[in-house]
């Protein structure tokens, strides 16, 4: 199967639509009866004139949060192609966001980080472009805002601005005017939000913005370590890719080993951030989905023997199919 998505082939596209689908079908059936989606924070409700939250039938809810995982994965395969992230052209990348996307069942619902996935592809084709731009102050204006947008449909994304002072320093020198631009771009947008609360008298509802920010860190999490045996393959073929990484990384081309120490950064802000949300919500790793699609397609691009890697492929896709079969 991965050979099948080494090249870039347009038929590929169905072999994807077949395991987008084939991953969900122990959800639809194994699902709960509705399924409420938040669509964003309490502070945001004010713009939107609907509710905060939406009861649709599962069927409906995992159908659209598939077409939203297809076309952040044709996103996100463009994206790796068109910065030669890889050295060649491939599919792979869009074949491991699907597959790395549903590893979970609340993965496979529509949620606000499922969204914000589309901000953090958009960011990374602005963050790659530094390498390249004398003058980045307008991009990096432009990633202020879209931390800014990414804030208020989930508040964890806050900490995505990180990534634009990293990607500053990674791809050149550092200039503050440059960074200091990031800051105005996040001002703007959260500017013009107080001011629209302020008009509609409920300018005491925006700083409940940032009482997420001082929620402490969660003392103790319930984790059920059997629905997690999934992550074992997941572990190892994150190693394999480090591994294949580090023996070839003064063989690629210097944009290329700064993009992967971005994605890198950027995989342990998804991660880490978790904590300001007051309840733990697994969906929240969603937003470490995009790097490690990366991780998971240098590796399986480079790696050598067919049948280890194949199996251990084949592995991952039985292992995500049975969870969904199996809570314990």
Not at 6 to 27: E, Q, S, T
Not at 219 to 227: P, Q, R, W
Not at 250 to 256: I, L, N, P
């Amino acid at each position: 199967m991965i050979n099948f998505f080494k090249a870039l082939n347009p038929l590929n596209i169905v072999g994807l639509v077949v395991i987008l689908f084939a991953l969900r079908i122990g959800y639809l059936i194994n699902g709960p009866a509705k399924i409420e989606f938040a669509f964003a924070g309490q502070y945001a409700r004010l713009l939107l004139p609907v509710p905060g939250q939406y009861t649709i039938t599962p069927f409906f809810n995992v159908l659209l949060a598939a077409v939203i995982v297809f076309i952040q994965a044709l996103l996100l395969n463009h994206l790796v192609n068109h910065f030669n992230l890889l050295g060649k052209p491939t599919f792979l990348p869009a074949l491991m966001y699907i597959t790395v996307s549903a590893l979970f069942m609340p993965f496979l619902v529509l949620s606000p980080p499922l969204l914000c996935n589309f901000l953090v592809i958009w960011m990374l084709f602005k963050l790659l472009s530094f390498y390249k731009n004398n003058d980045a102050k307008s991009v990096a204006y432009d990633l202020g805002m879209l931390v800014a947008i990414g804030s208020i449909i989930y508040p964890p994304f806050i900490y995505f601005f990180l990534a634009i002072w990293v990607a500053l320093i990674i791809f050149k020198p550092f200039n503050w005017r440059e960074g200091a631009a990031g800051v105005m771009g996040y001002i703007t947008i959260f500017f013009f939000l107080a001011v629209y609360y302020y008009l509609n008298d409920s300018l005491g509802q925006f700083y409940t913005l940032w009482e997420p920010l001082g929620t402490k860190f969660p003392d103790n999490i319930t984790i059920n370590y059997y629905n997690y045996l999934v992550l074992v393959p997941v572990i190892l073929i994150l190693v394999l890719c480090f591994f294949t990484l580090q023996r070839n990384f003064f063989r690629s081309y210097v944009q290329v080993r700064k993009s992967f120490q971005l994605l890198f950064v950027i995989f342990l802000i998804g991660g880490l951030s978790f904590y300001i949300k007051a309840a733990f919500h697994l969906n929240h790793f969603l937003l470490c989905v995009v790097p490690v699609a990366v991780f998971f397609s240098y590796y399986f691009l480079y790696a050598k023997r067919k049948w280890f890697y194949e199996t251990l492929f084949a592995i991952l896709l039985i292992g995500i199919i049975y969870f969904q079969f199996n809570n314990f």
